[in-house]
């Protein structure tokens, strides 16, 4: 009986040694593969890093993987449209700026941009083509650069003329390249300052135009003859109107499934035509409408929400810096509302599962939350705009937060993203 008890004891020890032992095996491999994964990281990194500094680059952001992966590539990619070396480029003079890029960037890559690319002068604002990587834009991008009529541009979503031309080379730094347009395009037919700045601000300013028909830009543009008409100057009135044009007329409709995801169906009513209308019958239907339109219902499943998390930041006990997603059209709609700017123009794309809407907030004790930044990432998790209140751009402690979050969910930041 005792022979046999020692027998199962040293079973049971070697058992356990043999388990110890496969282990410490795997964990080996494991390091081993890791190591071999660093080893072979460290020597694309090596590669990348002596190809841009053969290319001109200066050492300390050729090993920068935020420029690299940013705006470095993207320069990269058009090298063969430079007018000038970047070995010409006044490096020192940026030295401080590029080794702390990311913090003051603006001056810095826009400078580069037009060393680069620019032989004439032309918007700022035209320089977020490589921000949003948006191959019609870059085409106008460089017809401009080199000097050339914004009227003979390819792939213009409606006729431009002389006045629309010279009033979008005047245009606003704080809107995009589309919205500029549309806001030339209100001026050149006669519409209001105040009617520019609501269709600029709207779903109408929007890259999503961009894949409309013709029959749609005319129709856009009867639109505007028609308010201009009106000489309306009520921003809730100008709202209620664009907010049903696009429901009804250019937004598809959703219809939850069992799945729980939506089913896109046309709009309900793409035959929508406002020439002739009574402007004050037209509002009444666009209100009513509004007001039973279900605007509540979340944005799809299996989309950029459900890939990135929430994030939190403590400053202290008494503070702490929160990011959160914006879920639904009424969401995205009240953070436009509070922070003043046009968000609400992403909503199509956010149902569409193209965009995302975030919002960072400063959590304080005893006091209510206060909205800091409205942040749009894309379906490739890349942070494509973020503005505060009015449109004004992130201040440093505030994309310091952005930069621990994109860590940690694996985001982008493009480093051209903000322009002075």
Same mark, same amino acid.
């Given at each position: 009986?005792?022979?046999?008890?020692?027998?199962?004891?040293?079973?049971?020890?070697?058992?356990?040694?043999?388990?110890?032992?496969?282990?410490?095996?795997?964990?080996?491999?494991?390091?081993?593969?890791?190591?071999?994964?660093?080893?072979?990281?460290?020597?694309?990194?090596?590669?990348?890093?002596?190809?841009?500094?053969?290319?001109?680059?200066?050492?300390?952001?050729?090993?920068?993987?935020?420029?690299?992966?940013?705006?470095?590539?993207?320069?990269?990619?058009?090298?063969?449209?430079?007018?000038?070396?970047?070995?010409?480029?006044?490096?020192?003079?940026?030295?401080?700026?590029?080794?702390?890029?990311?913090?003051?960037?603006?001056?810095?890559?826009?400078?580069?941009?037009?060393?680069?690319?620019?032989?004439?002068?032309?918007?700022?604002?035209?320089?977020?083509?490589?921000?949003?990587?948006?191959?019609?834009?870059?085409?106008?991008?460089?017809?401009?650069?080199?000097?050339?009529?914004?009227?003979?541009?390819?792939?213009?979503?409606?006729?431009?003329?002389?006045?629309?031309?010279?009033?979008?080379?005047?245009?606003?730094?704080?809107?995009?390249?589309?919205?500029?347009?549309?806001?030339?395009?209100?001026?050149?037919?006669?519409?209001?300052?105040?009617?520019?700045?609501?269709?600029?601000?709207?779903?109408?300013?929007?890259?999503?135009?961009?894949?409309?028909?013709?029959?749609?830009?005319?129709?856009?543009?009867?639109?505007?003859?028609?308010?201009?008409?009106?000489?309306?100057?009520?921003?809730?009135?100008?709202?209620?109107?664009?907010?049903?044009?696009?429901?009804? $007329? !250019?937004?598809?409709?959703?219809? %939850?499934?069992?799945?729980? =995801?939506?089913?896109?169906? +046309?709009? /309900? @009513?793409?035959?929508?035509?406002?020439?002739?209308?009574?402007?004050? $019958? !037209?509002?009444?239907?666009?209100? %009513?409408?509004?007001?039973? =339109?279900?605007?509540?219902? +979340?944005? /799809? @499943?299996?989309?950029?929400?459900?890939?990135?998390?929430?994030?939190?930041?403590?400053?202290?006990?008494?503070?702490?810096?929160?990011?959160?997603?914006?879920?639904?059209?009424?969401?995205?709609?009240?953070?436009?509302?509070?922070?003043?700017?046009?968000?609400?123009?992403?909503?199509?794309?956010?149902?569409?599962?193209?965009?995302?809407?975030?919002?960072?907030?400063?959590?304080?004790?005893?006091?209510?939350?206060?909205?800091?930044?409205?942040?749009?990432?894309?379906?490739?998790?890349?942070?494509?705009?973020?503005?505060?209140?009015?449109?004004?751009?992130?201040?440093?402690?505030?994309?310091?937060?952005?930069?621990?979050?994109?860590?940690?969910?694996?985001?982008?930041?493009?480093?051209?993203?903000?322009?002075?």
């Amino acid at each position: 009986m005792a022979n046999r008890q020692k027998r199962i004891a040293l079973r049971e020890q070697e058992m356990k040694e043999r388990k110890e032992f496969i282990t410490l095996l795997r964990e080996s491999k494991f390091r081993f593969k890791q190591q071999k994964e660093q080893k072979e990281f460290h020597r694309r990194s090596y590669l990348k890093a002596r190809k841009y500094i053969q290319i001109g680059f200066p050492d300390y952001l050729a090993t920068n993987s935020y420029f690299i992966q940013g705006l470095g590539q993207r320069i990269l990619t058009y090298k063969n449209r430079f007018i000038n070396s970047l070995k010409k480029f006044p490096w020192e003079d940026y030295k401080k700026v590029a080794i702390n890029i990311g913090d003051t960037h603006g001056h810095f890559c826009g400078d580069l941009l037009k060393f680069l690319f620019v032989r004439y002068q032309m918007p700022s604002f035209m320089f977020r083509a490589f921000a949003e990587q948006n191959t019609l834009y870059m085409n106008w991008f460089f017809h401009l650069a080199q000097g050339k009529n914004l009227r003979k541009c390819e792939g213009l979503p409606f006729p431009v003329t002389k006045k629309m031309a010279a009033f979008f080379m005047d245009g606003k730094e704080q809107l995009g390249i589309l919205a500029n347009l549309r806001h030339a395009q209100v001026l050149g037919l006669g519409g209001s300052q105040f009617l520019a700045n609501m269709m600029a601000s709207s779903f109408f300013g929007t890259p999503h135009m961009l894949n409309h028909n013709p029959s749609e830009e005319a129709f856009i543009e009867r639109l505007i003859l028609w308010l201009a008409h009106q000489e309306v100057n009520d921003t809730s009135e100008v709202n209620e109107i664009l907010k049903y044009i696009e429901q009804v $007329k !250019f937004r598809p409709q959703r219809l %939850l499934n069992r799945n729980g =995801s939506y089913d896109l169906l +046309p709009p /309900p @009513k793409p035959g929508l035509e406002v020439k002739g209308r009574n402007y004050n $019958k !037209f509002l009444a239907e666009a209100r %009513l409408y509004n007001e039973n =339109s279900c605007n509540n219902n +979340p944005f /799809p @499943k299996n989309n950029i929400y459900n890939r990135v998390g929430d994030f939190s930041l403590s400053q202290s006990w008494k503070s702490a810096y929160k990011i959160v997603p914006l879920l639904s059209e009424s969401q995205i709609q009240e953070e436009g509302a509070e922070m003043r700017h046009c968000v609400g123009s992403y909503v199509w794309s956010c149902e569409l599962g193209e965009s995302s809407i975030w919002s960072m907030r400063l959590i304080r004790h005893a006091q209510p939350p206060k909205r800091l930044l409205t942040i749009c990432l894309t379906k490739n998790l890349e942070m494509v705009e973020v503005r505060g209140f009015a449109n004004r751009d992130p201040k440093k402690d505030e994309l310091e937060v952005l930069r621990k979050w994109a860590s940690t969910e694996k985001l982008r930041i493009p480093n051209c993203m903000n322009f002075p």
